[in-house]
């Protein structure tokens, strides 16, 4: 064989091997690359282990720790590393508002046995609650539930001008919200309220002092309004038209005892 000849296998042979080598490299995967994570700085807080409806009585096994990031933590969260027995120290306790699976437990979301009854729980500082009797063409076919908001009215009946009895409607208060139908203080999907024959107000204590007076006046009404008109800035039970607007006679009632004129109560 001639020199040349070898020169050109040996050339050959070599680009081969460097080919081979080369295409091995090249199908090698690449290296992994390890990503170390960071250790979340969190805190164990205590959490709803399921849902606690308005009212229910709450156990130990309603709660549970939950890890919770260290800078999301609110103040009036519980957390384990500061109440470590609070599981123990809230069994028992009602829930005063509805509290929701894996919810965070704050001290306002919960009252304890002998701090009152739910009902004074739920009840705003400085508002009173006071029922009045509702039937099913008083109260919107007994469909108004607990927490809805309606208009109470008063129809009573009234002297005209001329001495003839008539009957008169004025809107006593806007925007109250109704605790509770009969004994029930949280609404039941797809239920009606068939049994509850009295309905409780939240009011101020003036207003149920003037509710407490127009149910002996005559029959009063509830109007049920609208979820859309609770954003419209008005922030409880509002004064409505006063009793009489347009009748000259006035709206107070002046009690006669043996002769002598006492007290006028009025309903404005």
Same mark, same amino acid.
């Given at each position: 064989?001639?020199?040349?000849?070898?020169?050109?296998?040996?050339?050959?042979?070599?680009?081969?091997l460097l080919a081979?080598?080369?295409?091995?490299?090249?199908?090698?995967?690449?290296?992994?690359?390890?990503?170390?994570?960071?250790?979340?700085?969190a805190v164990?807080?205590?959490?709803?282990?399921?849902?606690?409806?308005?009212?229910?009585?709450?156990?130990?096994?309603?709660?549970?720790?939950?890890?919770?990031?260290?800078?999301?933590?609110?103040?009036?969260?519980?957390?384990?590393?500061?109440?470590?027995?609070?599981?123990?120290?809230?069994?028992?306790? &009602? /829930?005063?508002?509805?509290?929701?699976? +894996?919810? *965070?437990?704050?001290? =306002?979301? $919960?009252? %304890?046995?002998?701090?009152? @009854?739910?009902?004074?729980?739920?009840?705003?500082?400085?508002?009173?609650?006071?029922?009045?009797?509702?039937?099913?063409?008083?109260?919107?076919?007994?469909?108004?539930?607990?927490?809805?908001?309606?208009?109470?009215?008063?129809?009573?009946?009234?002297?005209?001008?001329?001495?003839?009895?008539?009957?008169?409607?004025?809107?006593?208060?806007?925007?109250?919200?109704?605790?509770?139908?009969?004994?029930?203080?949280?609404?039941?999907?797809?239920?009606?309220?068939?049994?509850?024959?009295?309905?409780?107000?939240?009011?101020?204590?003036?207003?149920?002092?003037?509710?407490?007076?127009?149910?002996?006046?005559?029959?009063?009404?509830?109007?049920?309004?609208? &979820? /859309?008109?609770?954003?419209?800035?008005? +922030?409880? *039970?509002?004064?409505? =038209?006063? $009793?009489? %607007?347009?009748?000259?006679? @006035?709206?107070?009632?002046?009690?006669?005892?043996?002769?002598?004129?006492?007290?006028?109560?009025?309903?404005?």
């Amino acid at each position: 064989m001639k020199r040349a000849q070898l020169i050109g296998i040996a050339i050959a042979a070599g680009a081969g091997l460097l080919a081979f080598v080369g295409a091995k490299s090249a199908m090698k995967a690449p290296p992994k690359q390890i990503v170390e994570q960071a250790p979340l700085d969190a805190v164990q807080v205590l959490v709803a282990r399921s849902d606690l409806p308005l009212g229910q009585i709450a156990n130990e096994a309603s709660f549970r720790w939950q890890d919770w990031p260290k800078d999301s933590v609110s103040p009036s969260f519980i957390t384990k590393s500061q109440r470590a027995g609070a599981m123990k120290d809230l069994s028992g306790a &009602v /829930a005063r508002s509805p509290i929701l699976t +894996g919810e *965070p437990v704050t001290e =306002n979301k $919960l009252i %304890k046995a002998g701090s009152g @009854g739910v009902l004074a729980a739920i009840l705003p500082p400085g508002m009173r609650a006071i029922s009045t009797k509702i039937q099913e063409h008083t109260a919107v076919g007994r469909l108004i539930l607990p927490n809805d908001h309606v208009d109470v009215i008063l129809t009573r009946r009234a002297r005209g001008r001329n001495g003839s009895e008539e009957h008169v409607s004025d809107t006593l208060f806007r925007n109250v919200r109704v605790l509770a139908i009969g004994q029930q203080i949280e609404a039941k999907e797809g239920k009606k309220n068939s049994e509850g024959n009295v309905a409780t107000l939240e009011l101020t204590p003036r207003q149920t002092e003037l509710l407490a007076l127009a149910n002996q006046m005559g029959e009063i009404n509830l109007a049920l309004r609208s &979820v /859309a008109d609770l954003g419209g800035g008005e +922030g409880g *039970p509002q004064s409505g =038209n006063d $009793l009489g %607007k347009n009748n000259q006679r @006035g709206n107070a009632i002046r009690v006669l005892r043996y002769g002598v004129k006492s007290r006028a109560y009025g309903v404005n």
